[in-house]
């Protein structure tokens, strides 16, 4: 670098430079070396391009600059560094981590629940689906043994979608079905032979057990690649699908009791004393003294977050007779009114029912009505025989159940042999969707005695089912 040069920047560059071996081969070997820009400054005399010195001559300027030219590519800015900060913990992607204690408190109560069924697995291995069911009807165990059975009972789910055949086969012998096919498999079976038999407007007839009272004697099922299978083993396996449902709703009732309830009230001996009998109570025990056949299985209804079925609304109405201030008159579903016949009057009730609301009130002050309106919410009204008024109650205050529920307090009316003045009672309002039926007994509970409670709070709603529950309990030790 001459005298006064100033660096200004250091590239690099590869050159291809030519060197004679010691053997006098010529070779090419690449160089790397900087490439440097600078600026020269002519302090020396001019330097003649000839060879010679000429201080005259204007081809050369007093100030040179001599540069290497490098590539386009080589002066393209070097890419600025990319700074990625990280947290202190990154997460890893992928399967997420076990949890142990999860994983080992759900084995436990797996093995618990197994466990619980091994007498009846062991009484039942190796038996046909009909000796099973059977057998359960004779032994009738406990909610929380049959439970954990048909939690293993085992289910054949290569089964579904399969083609299915039903024929006429009166000598055919039946094999020996340890096994039950899925729910869905045993449902298209069995209307698949209600069409074949009967039409699509008439169903077999199955008894409260599950056993046909039709006659479809003979007829065998085949599916494609699985098996045959009589008649009666398809709702024998039917039979056994709706045990295990109803033991599931059993097992939410004991533990909405045992986990909720207990928590609340203040009398946890007492749900105690009900969680450990409907646990070892047979499902479909019937239950004494009520004066209509309603079975365990008819008050796990009563559990939170469900509906009140018709045999627990009624059940209850048992309950408040006990007050010997009233009656009741239990209406079933009340369907819409037809518009086809507008001209034609709709009777809502049957001549039996509206006599049995005048011999009522010819005797005690009160008649309780609970309405169930089209299957799908409880309204319902009280008649006073001495204010003569009916009071009518929908937990929603809904307009189209107000009309419904008018039209039928007005048939009373018309039914009475004194005058009665009809009154809606506007409070108080459900919040879910599901307590239209606890609201009802609470309001006909209200119109015969002062030991109704008044909370309608979130927790006071699941204080007043225990009690409906424990009411009905209570019924049941008497007998």
Same mark, same amino acid.
């Given at each position: ?9 250091? !590239? ?6 030519? =060197? ?43 100030? %040179? ?40 408190? +759900?084995?436990?109560?797996?093995? &618990? ?5 091994? +007498? !009846? ?15 359960? @009807?004779? *032994? ?15 289910? %054949? ?79 024998? $396996? ?15 009732? /004991? ?6 309830? +207990?928590? %609340? ?10 969680? #450990? ?7 479909? +025990? ?12 008819? !008050?796990? /209804? ?10 627990? $609304? ?6 408040? @007779? ?12 009340? &369907? ?24 009522? *009130?010819?005797?005690?002050?009160? =008649? ?14 009280? *008649?006073?025989?001495?204010? @003569?008024?009916?009071? $009518?109650?929908?937990?929603? #205050? ?64 699941? @204080?007043?089912?225990?009690? %409906? ?5 209570? $019924?049941? /030790?008497?007998?």
């Amino acid at each position: 670098m001459t005298k006064g040069a100033e660096e200004l920047d250091v !590239l690099t560059a590869v050159l291809a430079v030519e =060197v004679e071996t010691a053997a006098g081969a010529r070779v090419v070997v690449p160089v790397v070396v900087p490439t440097v820009v600078v600026a020269v400054v002519n302090d020396a005399p001019d330097i003649d391009v000839a060879g010679g010195n000429n201080d005259d001559s204007d081809d050369v300027p007093s100030t %040179l600059q001599t540069c290497v030219q490098p590539n386009l590519a080589d002066t393209a800015p070097s890419p600025q560094p990319v700074h990625i900060k990280l947290n202190g913990r990154v997460v890893p992607v992928g399967r997420p981590r076990l949890n142990r204690n999860e994983q080992r408190a +759900k084995a436990k109560a797996d093995l &618990k629940e197994f466990n619980q069924g091994m +007498k !009846l697995r062991g009484l039942l291995r190796e038996r046909d689906v009909r000796e099973v069911v059977a057998a359960l @009807k004779e *032994i009738q165990p406990g909610l929380r043994e049959v439970g954990s059975f048909l939690a293993t009972f085992q289910v %054949l789910g290569k089964a579904v979608g399969k083609p299915l055949a039903w024929r006429l086969d009166t000598n055919y012998v039946s094999d020996n079905v340890r096994y039950r096919l899925p729910e869905p498999t045993v449902d298209r079976a069995l209307e698949q032979l209600r069409e074949k038999l009967c039409g699509e407007t008439e169903e077999i007839q199955l008894d409260s057990d599950g056993e046909n009272v039709g006659g479809a004697d003979g007829y065998v099922l085949s599916i494609e690649k699985i098996g045959t299978y009589t008649r009666e083993q398809l709702e024998d $396996m039917k039979w056994i699908w709706n045990l295990q449902r109803t033991c599931r709703r059993g097992l939410s009732l /004991c533990s909405w009791l045992n986990i909720e309830v +207990k928590s %609340l009230v203040e009398e946890p001996v007492a749900v105690g004393l009900a969680l #450990n009998e409907f646990l070892n109570a047979w499902p479909y +025990k019937v239950i004494p003294g009520f004066g209509f056949d309603i079975a365990m299985a008819d !008050l796990f /209804c009563i559990r939170g977050s469900t509906w009140l079925n018709d045999d627990a $609304m009624r059940a209850f109405s048992v309950f408040l @007779k006990s007050y010997k201030n009233n009656a009741a008159v239990m209406i079933p579903p009340v &369907k819409k009114p037809s518009r086809k016949n507008s001209t034609q009057s709709n009777v809502l009730l049957q001549e039996k029912q509206l006599a049995e609301i005048r011999a009522g *009130i010819s005797t005690v002050q009160y =008649v309780l009505v609970p309405i169930n309106l089209s299957g799908v919410h409880w309204g319902c009204l009280v *008649i006073d025989g001495g204010s @003569k008024t009916i009071q $009518m109650y929908d937990s929603m #205050n809904s307009k189209k159940n107000t009309k419904r529920l008018k039209a039928i307090a007005l048939e009373i009316v018309s039914a009475l042999p004194d005058t009665y003045t009809v009154l809606n009672i506007e409070g108080p309002l459900q919040k879910d969707g599901d307590s239209c039926g606890v609201f009802a007994c609470l309001h006909l509970w209200k119109s015969v005695s002062s030991d109704a409670p008044t909370d309608v709070s979130t927790a006071g709603i699941t @204080k007043l089912r225990w009690m %409906l529950l424990y009411a009905i309990w209570k $019924m049941k /030790c008497r007998w």
